[in-house]
Structure formats: C-alpha cells, structure tokens
C-alpha cells in the first residue's frame, strides 16, 4: 500500500493576511494624503472676506479710455517720457513666442525682438523705465525653479545695458519677483518678492554699479498677507476645490519722485506701507531695525499696482472693485474710477501729460485656466486716464 504523501508548508501567508495587509497599505496612503491636504488647506487655504473701502468715484468710467487691446492677457504696463507704451504678457497664461511689446500705431511690436527675448527671457512680467531711458523687466524664473533675471535694454537702441542672474540666495526657488522700481539716477533697483508658495515674501534691493543684492524685511508682517479671500466678480480666488487661494505678499511698489520714499503693499493685507529709501539702502540696518522704521500710512483695498504721484500720494488698485484709488500720506483714500471693464486692475504707471495707464490683466480669467477659457474671454486691456491733480509723472 502506498505511503501518504505529505505536503510541505506553504512559505507564502495566507490569503487573508495578505487583504489584511494590502488595506493597512491602503489605509496608510490614504492617511498621508489626507495629512498632505490638511497641510495644504492650513498653508494655502482659508479666508475671510474683505470689506469694501471704495467710495463715490471721482470720475465717470467713461474717464477710462482704451489703449492696447490684446488677445493674450495683458502682465505690467510702462510708459516712456515720450509717451512709448510698452506692456508684457502675463507669464501665468501661459504665453508662446514674444512675451515684452511696444504698442506702435494700433499693433504690437516684439521690443527688443523676438529673437533676443528668445535667448534672455523665460517668464517676464515686471517693467519699468528710468528717467535715462533704459526699460528695466524682471523675469522671475518660473517662480525661482529656473533663473530668475533683471534686464535693462536701452530704449533709443533696444541694446542690453545691463544683466543680472538673481542668485537663489536672494531669490530662492519658489521666489515670484514680479514687480520693480528704480530710482532716479538709476543706481538702485528695488523688487517685490511676492513669495507665494514660499510664504516668504521680502523686499530685494540691487546695486546697479556693483550687482549686489540684498533681501530685506522677509516674512515682515508688513509684507506677509493677511488671511483675506479675494472676491472678485469673475470668481473668488480659491482652486482645488478650496484646498488653496490666492494670498499674495508684497506686490505693487512705488517710489515717489522725490526718491525719498518707496510705498509698497501686501495684495492680501490692509495696510499701506512706506519705508524711506535710505534705510532701505543702510546696510547696517537688520531686518528688526529696518522694520522700526517702517511707516504704516493707512488702510488699503485688496490690490495689486501701485504708482506715486507728484503730490506724494500714492495710487493702489483694487482687484476686488475694478478700482483705481489715490492715498494721501496721511492715509486718506478716495476713489478715482471704478469699472466693470476693469476686471483684475494690475500694474499702474504715469506716462507724459498727466496719463495714468492701468493695465487690466484679467487674472481670473487666465490663472490655472485652459487656453481655450483665455481665448474665449479675449480680449485684454491697457486703458489710461486722467487722474486730476498729482497726475504727472511719478517713476
């Protein structure tokens, strides 16, 4: 008879401890997604709404009157001595080819030229012109993973006067330098360091002359956003389903004429700011010195540009309102223009004969959107008005 045969044990588990381990797996991915989204919602989202601080504005909206009109949405908007408009297109939407124009009898022509801005730029939006004629654009790398760059091109040759690589000890990666001034004898240039997915935002200060650079006032109350949601007639400025919204550190600066003062503004913060220039240039000043000497001038609207006049005020758009508004240095505000036309009021700048030129960049129509939803809500703006008193070029 034969002997039984025996089988040996299996070395594999069972098929239930096998279940049971695939869903602790499971379980375990899911908990760290879960914790990643509560990280993000904590960093990124949340808010509270923000109240209205227009009032009666003090022109019609048929004060506004249209400029350029582009397909592809407008970024920053500056404006020569001799009244040369010149505009860059919002890196955000995406934009192919040319991405700096002049606007030249109805059309817009690549400056200096496309072949040039192939070689220098990646994602320019920042610009603006000093008073010897050299237009000035800062590209901020794709927010800091690539090089963010200063440029400056001679207006009368499209020529580059100067080039500097911003090195990532100044602006370190998740860096959006996105809006400059530069003073009058054009030995210094000062960028706002928006600081979005960095939550790091800081004021930059840059020698012409020696292409040093210096990061000042990072994290600052003054220039951190406060925990307001923008809400915009287009939409509010919350994605992924609430998990993030749009809170923006320190965004449009300004110098007033004089060059004494630079006035700056967090886009989600209600306050205006400005610090003397000289302290921003002293060396010997820490961040907690510099900030005693910080100036908090008054209450503010949710906004992106700023421009100064000659008075010493200071203009601020209003990104919720479709506003453009004029702040004493005392603090009191008053309303300019307001207009539905205006749909994210961004970059301002005086141009000759008492102009102010806003451009409308559209923001909620182009930001995390399809480029078939930006060509469809085409197309984009730059308009100019007439402010009133104070309303001649302020660099």
Not at 32 to 46: D, F, I, N, S, T
Not at 169 to 185: C, E, K, N, T, Y
Not at 223 to 249: Q, T, Y
Not at 375 to 393: H, L, M, S
Request: aromatic letters at 8%; hydrophobic letters at 45%.
């Amino acid at each position: 008879m034969a002997e039984p045969t025996v089988s040996a044990p299996s070395s594999s588990p069972a098929p239930r401890a096998l279940v049971a381990r695939g869903l602790k797996a499971v379980i375990a991915v899911v908990g760290l997604v879960a914790l990643a989204l509560v990280g993000v919602r904590l960093r990124y989202g949340g808010g509270e709404p923000y109240p209205d601080v227009t009032g009666m504005p003090l022109l019609p909206d048929s004060a506004l009157e249209e400029v350029v009109r582009s397909p592809e949405p407008i970024g920053n908007v500056a404006v020569s001595s001799t009244g040369r408009v010149f505009y860059t297109l919002h890196p955000e939407s995406r934009p192919q080819g040319a991405k700096l124009f002049e606007w030249v009898d109805g059309k817009a022509v690549p400056f200096p030229s496309e072949a040039v801005q192939a070689r220098l730029f990646d994602t320019v939006l920042g610009i603006t012109i000093d008073r010897r004629g050299w237009l000035w654009t800062i590209d901020h790398g794709n927010h800091g993973l690539g090089v963010p760059r200063l440029l400056a091109f001679e207006l009368a040759t499209g020529h580059l006067a100067h080039e500097y690589d911003v090195p990532p000890q100044i602006a370190p990666p998740g860096s959006f330098l996105q809006d400059l001034r530069v003073d009058a004898r054009g030995q210094t240039v000062f960028i706002a360091d928006v600081g979005f997915w960095r939550r790091s935002p800081a004021l930059i200060v840059h020698d012409v002359a020696t292409k040093e650079s210096r990061r000042v006032l990072e994290k600052h109350d003054a220039v951190f956003p406060k925990d307001f949601i923008i809400r915009n007639p287009i939409k509010d400025m919350v994605f992924f389903g609430g998990l993030a919204a749009l809170k923006c550190g320190v965004d449009g600066i300004a110098l007033d004429p004089s060059d004494e003062w630079l006035w700056f503004g967090a886009m989600n913060h209600d306050t205006m700011y400005r610090v003397r220039t000289a302290d921003l240039k002293d060396r010997s000043l820490d961040d907690e010195a510099l900030g005693t000497r910080l100036q908090a001038v008054g209450r503010k609207p949710l906004n992106d540009g700023l421009s100064a006049d000659t008075e010493g005020n200071a203009l601020v758009t209003d990104v919720e309102h479709g506003a453009v508004l004029r702040m004493s240095p005392d603090g009191r505000l008053e309303t300019l223009v307001k207009s539905p036309r205006l749909r994210w009021a961004d970059a301002l700048n005086h141009g000759p004969d008492g102009w102010l030129y806003v451009a409308d960049s559209a923001i909620p129509h182009h930001m995390l959107q399809s480029k078939a939803h930006i060509a469809a809500n085409a197309p984009y703006f730059i308009y100019r008005f007439k402010p009133g008193i104070g309303g001649i070029a302020g660099m």
